[in-house]
């Protein structure tokens, strides 16, 4: 095979996604600002990887666990709380929080400063979810906790209601 032949090849067939800092998909949801790197149309579906900034003092879902999907997250900056059960975890940076299939959890950004999160789903299930939310927003609904459930109803997830 020619070099020609191989370059052009690797072009129409690219072995790697590469998403570059400018790049992705941005969903806006309140006080949170998520850029979705992978929404799993790459991986055939078995990973999806977003990142999101939680502004100060931000409150996150209503406890909730997933039927069908492992949720991690990867503290690029700040302190996110999390919330398992009735136990509380600050994850600082550089700490990896993993919360597999049927653990109720949430988190929230308890702190005056910006953090920052890499999550992954696996498998890519929950992105939609996300823009479910934003699209509730852009119809001008509000972001009630029963929207928010409704949403997550669609997606093998249900609240944590023992929790509440």
Known sequence: MTEDAKTSKAQADPAVSVVGPGDGEAIILGTTRMRVL?????????????????????????QHRHARHDEGFYILSGTVRFTVGNEDY??????????????????????????VMLSTFTPDLYVQYFRDLQQVLADGRPLTPQANIDAMSRYATEPAAELD
């Open 90 to 115: 600050d994850a600082t940076t550089g700490t990896l929080v993993m919360v597999p299939p049927g653990t109720p959890h949430t988190f929230a950004n308890p702190t005056d400063q910006p953090a």
């Open 38 to 62: 992978e929404d799993g149309s790459r991986t055939g579906h078995r990973l999806a990887i977003a990142e999101s900034v939680l502004a100060p003092h931000t409150q996150g879902p209503p």
